[in-house]
Structures are given as structure tokens and as C-alpha cells.
């Protein structure tokens, strides 16, 4: 007993010898809330947490009981402890009624960014959490921050820009914006995102998630930097986006793009990089799905002017977004956009997607025949994966035309099913792929394939004699 507190006393006495610069180092790894624990440790670390040159709190896993002074003065404390100590980090993460829902609490955000801007802080998250449509005004001097590396804000408001020459964020690579909502600059009509990514010269990778009370009709993203970008929504079943919101990407060094946005009515691509990675999941038409697609010459429907107006300026939107898209190598593709492209095939041959060379692709089993028609353009594809489920309303799966690619360049396929899909289907699409794939390398099954449907799929013939069949 008296040997283990011996120890114990050494073990201290030893982390008491540390200099400040390296204790603030050690307790970097921790939370914040973890850290201000050890301020109860001894006098010398009653204020070693607050010199730690970075800050993580989620109040929502804490209990201030609404005590809003206690929550702000903790974090006045930290950033007013040293002026001189550059930020590395500040993550925040609080409910609106801790600190905003008081009117004499309006310039507390202020206060926070205007004090981190001048600590130098390279990396912010701040999110705010509310079940109302409550949203926080960021104050103007976030965007003149000189350090800032990455940012990530969620549930905010970003209020317009007086002067977008007063937007500057020289540093920035990295960007997250949730459900973040936007105003118009005054001084160019633009909305203020755009003026926020046109003034990051180095920015590399954005992520915008989309509230769907969001009220910006035109999102335009320009950027000769940007090689990353995702553009999601909330949620998809209720909201105001739709009818009129456009969507415009001009993007010359974009390599990654995923684009999750079944509402807006246009998507415009003006340029991205060659050989880039896509992930398609747009619908092209906004809430009505794909009927200005379609053009039945035997339809009285259709005869009237505006319609007409309607459905060729669609078909011009997607042809460019087809021929913008058509060098890159790798895509997902859902089975909305899909369906929709086979569409427009009917009226317009589609482009070759010469470098294409990985495609995954979701699907209903009933609608393979959408399949075909896009693979016949893609003669290099070298790797398919398919996600497929069962249609309860839809017809039986045909399997009919075989693309080029089969016999040329195909060599790894994966079929993945999920478990309502029917036996038969399984195994008509397996028969199809090793009877007709010329190259095949490697056949993978995965999902819901069973162990008596594999052992029928493995005494299946193969035109590719180097074919392996592999369970994943």
C-alpha cells in the first residue's frame, strides 16, 4: 500500500515537473469538458485548460440547466485568457436557447468571432441546434478572417454582404455549410454563397447541405480551385425548393462531384476536370419527375406552345449536362437519373463516355432495360457494381442487347441485391454477365445471394475461362 502511493505521488510529482507548453499539448487531445476537469487537480492547473490552443464543447451532452452566464463566461474565459495564442481549433456545438434566445445576449456571437478572428483561428464548427426555424445571424467579421483553414457551420444564417470586396478568406480549403441559409449581396444582386466560395482563392473542398425551406433560387458555385464538391438535401419530402431553383457549377479543376437533388428544376454544369469521379442523383425537372421529357407527337397534350418551349429547353439542359459530363472515369449513377437519361434517350442519341471506366448503379429489377442503352456508351468500362431491389409492381426482368463493353473491357463485375429480391432475377442476371462477358475477371456476389443460389451460379458456364465467382 505504502509502495503503490509512493508511486503514484513520484508519477505525479513527475507530471508536475512537465513545462506549461507541453501540458497544454497534452490536454489538446482531450474535449474541452474533459480538460476544464483538471483545473481541480492543484492551483497550477486551475487555469492550464483555458491556455490550450484549442476549444471542443457539445453542450448538448451537458447540463447547464439553462444557466446561460455560466455557459457564456467559460467561453469568454477561454478566449479572452491569451490574446497572443494563436486558435489551432473552435468547435462549438450548443442548442439556440443557451445563449441566443435573450435579447441581451445579440452581441455574444459577435463578441466570440470578432475575439477569434483575432486569436488567428485556422479550423471553426460551429453548429446550431433548434427544433424551430430559429437561425443565428454569423457576424461580418467571420469573413474577413485571415487564418481560417476550414469552416464548418450548420443551422446559421450568413447575412448579406455590403461589399463583396470586403469578403476575404485568402487561407481557406475547406468548407461545410448545413442547412445554412442565405441573403443576396447588395452590392452585385449575387447570392452571398456565391461571393463567399468566389472569395476563396485556395478553397478545395465544399460541401453544401441544403435546408428545404431554403429560398435561394440560383446556386452558383465558381471556382478555379475547387476539386471537391457535394451538394445534398435535407430532406427530400417537404420544403420549398423546386419549381424554379437552378443549380450552376463552374469548376475547371473538380475532380470529386456528388450531386443529391431530386427538387431543383436545372442543373447546369459549365465545366469540371477531365476524368473526374461523379455521383448522380438528380431527376433534371425538379417535383414533376421526367414529363417534360417526353413528346408524343400523337398527344394532344402536348400541343401547346409553352409545353413545347418547356420540354426543348429541358432536353437542351440535359444534353450539355450529358456532354459536360461525359469525360470522366468513374460515376454513380441513381436509378431517378437513370431512368431519366434513358428517357432522353428516346428523343436524342446520348454521348460516348470514352473514359469511363467504373460505373455503380441503383436500380429496380424491372427496370435492367435502362441499363443497356447507357452501357452501349461507355466502351472502355472496365468495373460495374449494381444495387438492385425488387420491384412488387413492376414487370419481370428482360435481359436482351448486349453493350460493346462486354466483350471488349468489362472485367470485374459486383451484383449486390437486397433481400426482397427474387431468386430468378438473381440468377438471370449472373447467367447474363458469364455468358456474355468476353473478358470477365471476377464476379462478385453480394447482399442477399443465398448459398444454394451461389452453388448454382458457380456451375454456370463461362465465356471468360479466367472467371472467378466470389461471394463479398
Not at 279 to 296: H, P, R
Not at 437 to 455: N, P, Y
Request: net charge negative.
Amino acid at each position: 500500500m505504502e509502495k503503490s502511493f509512493a508511486k503514484e505521488k513520484q508519477s505525479n510529482s513527475e507530471m508536475n515537473d512537465l513545462p506549461d507548453p507541453l501540458l497544454c499539448h497534452i490536454l489538446s487531445f482531450l474535449s474541452t469538458k474533459d480538460s476544464v476537469r483538471t483545473s481541480l487537480l492543484s492551483k497550477r492547473w486551475r487555469s492550464l485548460w483555458s491556455q490550450v490552443p484549442s476549444f471542443d464543447l457539445d453542450l448538448d451532452s451537458l447540463q447547464f440547466y439553462y444557466d446561460d452566464f455560466s455557459f457564456t463566461d467559460l467561453v469568454n474565459r477561454f478566449l479572452e485568457s491569451d490574446e497572443n495564442l494563436a486558435l489551432n481549433r473552435f468547435k462549438l456545438i450548443c442548442p439556440y436557447e443557451y445563449v441566443f434566445d435573450n435579447d441581451q445576449d445579440d452581441t455574444v456571437l459577435e463578441s466570440w468571432i470578432d475575439a477569434l478572428v483575432k486569436r488567428r483561428v485556422r479550423h471553426l464548427d460551429f453548429q446550431v441546434n433548434s427544433d424551430d426555424n430559429e437561425l443565428v445571424c454569423m457576424p461580418l467579421s467571420l469573413y474577413s478572417c485571415n487564418t481560417l483553414v476550414s469552416l464548418s457551420l450548420y443551422h446559421v444564417f450568413l447575412c448579406g454582404f455590403k461589399l463583396a470586396s470586403a469578403v476575404s478568406l485568402p487561407c481557406l480549403k475547406v468548407m461545410r455549410l448545413d442547412r445554412v441559409r442565405y441573403d443576396q449581396s447588395s452590392e452585385s444582386g449575387e447570392s452571398n454563397l456565391e461571393t463567399l466560395v468566389a472569395s476563396c482563392p485556395v478553397l478545395e473542398k465544399l460541401t453544401v447541405i441544403r435546408d428545404r425551406f431554403e429560398l435561394l433560387e440560383f446556386m452558383r458555385v465558381r471556382s478555379a480551385s475547387l476539386k471537391s464538391f457535394v451538394l445534398g438535401i435535407e430532406d427530400y419530402e417537404v420544403g420549398l425548393l423546386g419549381e424554379d431553383h437552378v443549380v450552376e457549377i463552374d469548376a475547371p479543376r473538380l475532380e470529386l462531384m456528388s450531386l443529391c437533388d431530386q427538387l431543383s428544376r436545372s442543373v447546369v454544369i459549365h465545366s469540371i476536370a477531365p476524368c473526374a469521379v461523379v455521383k448522380i442523383d438528380v431527376n433534371f425537372d425538379g417535383k414533376d419527375g421526367y414529363a417534360l421529357l417526353y413528346q408524343d407527337d400523337d398527344d394532344d397534350d402536348h400541343d401547346d406552345d409553352d409545353e413545347d418551349d418547356d420540354s426543348n429547353s429541358k432536353r437542351t439542359m440535359i444534353r450539355n449536362f450529358l456532354s459536360r459530363i461525359s469525360t470522366v472515369c468513374g460515376m454513380e449513377i441513381s436509378s431517378v437519373t437513370l431512368q431519366a437519361i434513358h428517357n432522353y434517350s428516346k428523343l436524342e442519341p446520348l454521348p460516348q463516355f470514352s473514359d469511363l471506366s467504373w460505373l455503380k448503379v441503383y436500380f429496380l429489377e424491372s427496370f435492367w432495360e435502362l441499363l443497356p442503352t447507357f452501357l452501349c456508351c461507355c466502351p472502355s468500362l472496365h468495373t460495374l457494381v449494381m444495387e438492385f431491389e425488387f420491384d412488387k409492381e413492376g414487370c419481370p426482368m428482360k435481359l436482351s442487347s448486349v453493350p460493346p463493353c462486354f466483350v471488349s473491357s468489362l472485367k470485374y463485375v459486383e451484383l449486390a441485391t437486397q433481400g426482397t429480391t427474387k431468386t430468378s432475377s438473381q440468377m438471370k442476371l449472373a447467367i447474363f454477365f458469364l455468358r456474355n462477358c468476353s473478358v470477365l475477371k471476377k464476379l462478385t456476389l453480394s447482399g442477399s445471394f443465398g448459398d444454394d443460389i451461389i452453388k448454382k451460379i458457380k456451375k454456370i458456364p463461362r465465356r471468360s475461362r479466367r472467371c472467378v465467382i466470389v461471394t463479398g
